[in-house]
T-cell receptor, first 119, second 111 residues
Framework: GAGVSQSPRYKVAKRGQDVALRCDPI?????LFWYQQALGQGPEFLTY????????KSGLPSDRFFAERPEGSVSTLKIQRTQQEDSAVYLC?????????????????FGPGTRLTVL | QQQVKQSPQSLIVQKGGISIINCAYE??????FPWYQQFPGKGPALLIA?????SEKKEGRFTISFNKSAKQFSLHIMDSQPGDSATYFC??????????FGAGTRLFVKA
């Protein structure tokens, strides 16, 4: 009866390194979201998948950020040439049905996050 | 641009007291307003949510009050307990997937 899992839980990278963060959503969940949470701040939307289709990537901060979900289940957030300002907790969330157009919207279940520190 | 403004940044309440957290929004297209609770090392978890056509929603000790004309909403935690100590985020959505979060309120309930 697992919830959303993320790995690694902690990642330390040297500036300029590439990193890959993994999200395992709840089995069968169609929608998957990535958020970035800076220290002491609320999560900020990065991108949204419905199955394998990336329907919105407007929150990705730069072209160094790339997300994929090739088989509609596990997702990977990749950050190339990491910078110190990329240091944050990266949260993944999933919900069962597709994100709807009318409220009440479907509950998003969050994983514990990956804390990325760029030195 | 901060679309959802949350206050206070931190709050200390005595056990049994009422905790009140306030939020204000700018975008009138928002049509759903959830509150999340986050414990250290965990992801946020949905606590309670409201639509703007409702002025109040209560679930157990948690109540949302919504003022559409003022574009403000608030969370009230009645009979606050030490186990309620966490960070609370208000949020807003339109279109069902892009959630805009407030900056958070760190609540500490003194035993």
């Amino acid at each position: 009866g697992a919830g959303v899992s993320q790995s690694p839980r902690y990642k330390v990278a040297k500036r300029g390194q590439d990193v890959a963060l993994r999200c395992d959503p709840i089995s069968g969940h169609v929608s998957l979201f990535w958020y970035q949470q800076a220290l002491g701040q609320g999560p900020e939307f990065l991108t949204y998948f419905q199955n394998e289709a990336q329907l919105d990537k407007s929150g990705l901060p730069s072209d160094r950020f790339f997300a994929e979900r090739p088989e509609g289940s596990v997702s990977t957030l990749k950050i190339q040439r990491t910078q110190q300002e990329d240091s944050a907790v990266y949260l993944c969330a999933s919900s069962l049905p597709p994100a709807g157009s009318y409220p009440p919207y479907n509950e998003q279940f969050f994983g514990p996050g990956t804390r990325l520190t760029v030195l | 641009q901060q679309q959802v403004k949350q206050s206070p940044q931190s709050l200390i309440v005595q056990k049994g007291g009422i905790s009140i957290i306030n939020c204000a929004y700018e975008n009138t297209a928002f049509d759903y307003f959830p509150w999340y609770q986050q414990f250290p090392g965990k992801g946020p978890a949905l606590l309670i949510a409201i639509r703007p056509d409702v002025s109040e929603k209560k679930e157990g000790r948690f109540t949302i009050s919504f003022n559409k004309s003022a574009k403000q909403f608030s969370l009230h935690i009645m009979d606050s307990q030490p186990g309620d100590s966490a960070t609370y985020f208000c949020a807003a959505l339109t279109g069902g997937f892009k959630t805009i979060f407030g900056a958070g309120t760190r609540l500490f309930v003194k035993a």
